[in-house]
Structure formats: C-alpha cells, structure tokens
C-alpha cells in the first residue's frame, strides 16, 4: 500500500526521512502552501494533508480533515541562505540584513503569492524599504525546495530566503540563520488525515510516527523547531 501527501514544501524532508525509517512508501505532491491546499479543495485524493496550522484547523472546522487526527510538527523558521562556500554575511539587525540584500547579484525565494516564506520574504523587503532598488535580481519559484536548488546552480553572489527545513535539504546551499527579530517568521505546521482518505487507518498511523516522539530527533535534524 501507497500513502499518498499533499503537503507544505517544508514537510518534505521529515516526511521521507520517517517514511524511509518505517518502510512505509509514500507519494506526493509538495509545494506552496497556497497551492497545495488550493488542489485539496479542489478535491484532488490524498490520505494526509501537511500545512499551516491554521490552514489545518480552518479544514479540520469545516470537516474536510479528521478533526482528532489533526498533530504538530513543529515551528520552521524563514530564513536567509547563501551558496555553500560563498561568505557567509552578518543578517542579525535589520540594517546588516538590508547591507546583505543590495551586495546579492540574485536574491532566491518562493512563490511571493502563495508561499509562505515568499510572501513574507516580500514584505520584509517592502519593511526595509528596498523592495524597487533589488527588484532585477528577484528570481521567484514555485516552491522554496526549486528555489534552493537553482540557487545552488548559480554563479553568482547570490542570497536566498525560504523556510529553513527546504534549505538544511538541499545540497549546495548553507544556511545562514533566521530573519532578524522584527523581520522574522517562524510558522507552525501540521499534519491531519483527509476526512475522504481510502485509507485512513494506515494515514492515521502515519501522522502519530510523524509527529511523535521517535520522531523528535529526526524533525529537529530537519530544522523544525
């Protein structure tokens, strides 16, 4: 038997680290978490849904997912990124982080419309008030898993922001550190079953490994806080 997700590309690391440990197989789409719930509600089949808490809780509301299987993950910080072996720059105040910003010849991050980290991200810059002067080097995607991946093709001098479990998964990028206090966002994910679930007792056991205590270590590796 398949399990089949729907869920937040931050998710996707712990998912298929737990999967691979249980030898439970599962399939999946991961992405924005505008986008992926837009296809849940649209009635595409899946057995666990992963995203914001709140998303979670506004469906668990409506009955859409099983109210009582509804778990946390965890908090995961949105945070900036460089390539790996590119200088690491100082993001601690706002001042250092706007410097960092107008250095980058390519800034990465997500979807600014239906991302979590990308929409924020775009009003971090609007804050900083440099939204217009950096907007040539913008390079947007889908989600901030494609994001981390092409920035670590680059050439350039470039600085990504995304969540920070999709940064820790992907190779070539390093992790610089959470947006600094004032700018931040950490964001609180969870799993539930799909009330239409075809099979909910095996979705079921797998949201309690996923977000359960043998688990802890693994989502912490992650980057969930």
């Given at each position: 038997?398949?399990?089949?997700?729907?869920?937040?590309?931050?998710?996707?690391?712990?998912?298929?680290?737990?999967?691979?440990?249980?030898?439970?197989?599962?399939?999946?789409?991961?992405?924005?978490?505008?986008?992926?719930?837009?296809?849940?509600?649209?009635?595409?089949?899946?057995?666990?849904?992963?995203?914001?808490?709140?998303?979670?809780?506004?469906?668990?509301?409506?009955?859409?997912?099983?109210?009582?299987?509804?778990?946390?993950?965890?908090?995961?910080?949105?945070?900036?990124?460089?390539?790996?072996?590119?200088?690491?720059?100082?993001?601690s105040t706002a001042e250092?982080?706007?410097?960092?910003?107008?250095?980058?010849?390519?800034?990465?991050?997500?979807?600014?419309?239906?991302?979590?980290?990308?929409?924020?991200?775009?009003?971090?810059?609007?804050?900083?008030?440099?939204?217009?002067?950096?907007?040539?080097?913008?390079?947007?995607?889908?989600?901030?898993?494609?994001?981390?991946?092409?920035?670590?093709?680059?050439?350039?001098?470039?600085?990504?922001?995304?969540?920070?479990?999709?940064?820790?998964?992907?190779?070539?990028?390093?992790?610089?550190?959470?947006?600094?206090?004032?700018?931040?966002?950490?964001?609180?994910?969870?799993?539930?079953?799909?009330?239409?679930?075809?099979?909910?007792?095996?979705?079921?056991?797998?949201?309690?490994?996923?977000?359960?205590?043998?688990?802890?270590?693994?989502?912490?590796?992650?980057?969930?806080?």
């Open positions: 038997m398949i399990l089949n997700l729907l869920s937040a590309g931050a998710a996707h690391p712990i998912v298929h680290t737990v999967a691979r440990n249980a030898g439970i197989e599962v399939q999946g789409s991961f992405g924005a978490v505008g986008a992926i719930l837009e296809r849940f509600q649209k009635g595409e089949a899946c057995d666990v849904l992963i995203l914001t808490r709140q998303q979670v809780d506004a469906l668990a509301a409506t009955g859409d997912v099983i109210a009582d299987s509804v778990s946390d993950l965890g908090r995961v910080a949105t945070s900036i990124a460089v390539r790996a072996g590119q200088p690491q720059p100082d993001i250092a982080l706007r410097d960092a910003l107008y250095a980058a010849e390519g800034i990465y991050f997500p979807d600014p419309a239906k991302a979590t980290a990308g929409i924020h991200f775009v009003q971090v810059l609007e804050k900083l008030g440099i939204h217009e002067d950096v907007r040539a080097g913008l390079q947007t995607f889908p989600n901030g898993a494609t994001a981390m991946r092409e920035m670590a093709q680059s050439k350039r001098r470039c600085l990504g922001c995304t969540q920070a479990t999709e940064i820790l998964a992907t190779p070539g990028v390093t992790l610089v550190g959470p947006l600094p206090a004032g700018y931040d966002l950490v964001t609180q994910y969870a799993a539930a079953v799909n009330s239409r679930a075809p099979n909910v007792k095996a979705a079921r056991s797998f949201v309690a490994r996923l977000a359960g205590d043998t688990s802890a270590a693994n989502r912490a590796a992650a980057g969930f806080l």
